[in-house]
């Protein structure tokens, strides 16, 4: 799945073209490498997340394509949470 869709999809960012500009401004890493919009996610990739001064790890558990609200915290587990 590409890395935007599943942003918006797991909820982690609210809107698609809000995770897009996020990943090109480098502020989206997959595995430690800084990540475009387009790239693949896996079950297993730990994604680093930097927004509003926030840094977020968490490790990717699965990767539908459509989850309803309640599911959508299933979809992976915070690592780490740093302000």
């Known amino acids: 799945m590409r890395l935007d869709k599943y942003l918006k999809v797991s909820r982690i960012i ?3 073209t809000v995770a897009n500009e996020a990943c090109g401004l ?3 890493q997959i595995n430690g490498k800084v990540a475009k919009a387009s790239s693949e996610v896996k079950e297993g990739d730990v994604l680093t997340v ?8 968490l490790r990717v ?13 299933g979809m992976y587990v915070i690592l780490e949470d740093e302000a």
Do not use: I, M, N
Not at 50 to 57: Q, S, T, W
């Open 14 to 16: 609210k809107r698609r």
């Open 26 to 28: 480098g502020r989206v």
């Open 50 to 57: 930097l927004l509003g001064g926030k840094e977020v790890r």
């Open 61 to 73: 558990l699965s990767t539908q394509e459509h989850a309803l609200k309640a599911d959508a915290a």
